[in-house]
């Protein structure tokens, strides 16, 4: 079983992607703001709307998409908070245990459930049936599992990908940024188990267990699960040259946003706008192919 640090890049991508979306719609509001909006209103008071010109039609189109994504982003953000801390309220919790020097939460089912709750002190969660049902080794492989997840915050990263995939919603890349993000979680979080465990079979073991579960409901586990464990060579990641680009278009935005936030400056007239635009655009390139490379890397060509 290869390292982790091949999803840990692959996982850096998709957090790039979102950090460059958030950047680019803070810049774009920003600048309509600080340095549009009053010449824009005042002619649309004085019914002067031929002396807004094209460059100012252009930022009342962006202005309107970029207040639509904010949106969006705060709805679905309210939204989930709302459920997620109703889903943690219902949760009937008979007690704790510990499995492998981890505290677990159980709960009272007769089915085999295991997951991983909360945003800010997540916590793992097993059913009475999985204890009842497990081997001991697959039980350890559950729970091991789970507390990568906890470790590292997955419920509330996923949820913040949720936000931006909500937002953006048709458009590709970022559409299917949440989706992306929990299918790395859970490699990640497989390839963690079996590097805990030492061994790969008491993971697949617990894997079928559950595939039969989602089977009987209608679902099933994610085929590149069983694709990873059933590998003998590293998985397929993300160059760290594209990532590094990614970085660097980032970094970018972040270097055109604080001056405008902090000192009011504006590139224009000092930078022409088509200009400007396109250098927006180089910027958020590599971050659009690294997260194309992720796509390829979750679903390799036969």
């Known amino acids: 079983m290869a390292s982790g640090r091949a999803f ?9 992607l979102g950090l ?8 774009v509001a920003m600048d309509a703001v600080r340095f549009h909006a009053a010449a824009i209103l005042s002619c649309a008071c004085h019914l002067q ?22 949106l969006r982003a705060g709805w679905s953000l309210i939204r989930q908070l709302r459920a997620h801390r109703s889903f943690r309220r219902r949760l009937p919790v008979l007690g704790t245990v510990e499995i ?8 009272p089912s007769s089915a085999p459930h295991a997951f991983c709750a909360g945003l800010i002190r997540p916590a793992v969660y097993v059913s009475e049936g999985l204890l009842r049902d497990c081997d001991p080794r697959e039980l350890r492989a559950v729970v091991a599992h ?12 996923l949820l913040l990908a949720r936000v931006v995939s909500d937002a ?21 979080a497989d390839a963690a188990a079996v590097r805990r465990l030492g061994d790969v ?84 390139l ?3 192919l690294a997260a194309r490379r992720v796509d390829e890397c979750l679903h390799p060509a036969a």
């Not at 460059?20 to 810049?27: H, K, M, R, S």
């Open 8 to 16: 840990q890049r692959l996982e850096i991508a998709l957090g790039v």
């Open 20 to 27: 460059t979306a958030a950047a680019l719609v803070f810049i």
């Open 49 to 70: 709307f031929a002396d807004i010109g094209p460059e100012g039609w252009a930022f009342i189109v962006l202005g309107v998409i970029d207040v639509a994504v904010i």
């Open 100 to 107: 492998d020097g981890e505290p677990v939460r159980v709960l």
């Open 146 to 157: 789970e507390v990568h997840h906890r470790e590292r915050r997955d419920p509330l990263r």
């Open 168 to 188: 953006f919603r048709p458009l590709p890349p970022l559409a299917t940024l949440a989706e992306r993000h929990r299918a790395l979680a859970d490699l990640a």
């Open 201 to 284: 079979q008491p993971v697949a073991l617990a894997l079928v267990r559950f595939d039969d579960m989602h089977a009987l409901a209608g679902g099933g586990i994610a085929p590149e699960r069983v694709d990873q464990l059933a590998r003998r060579t590293p998985p397929p990641s993300i160059s760290p040259w594209l990532l590094a680009a990614a970085g660097t278009g980032l970094g970018g935005l972040a270097a055109l946003g604080f001056p405008m936030l902090a000192l009011g400056w504006h590139p224009e007239p000092a930078v022409p706008i088509a200009l400007e635009a396109a250098a927006i655009v180089v910027a958020c």
């Open 286 to 288: 590599p971050a659009c």
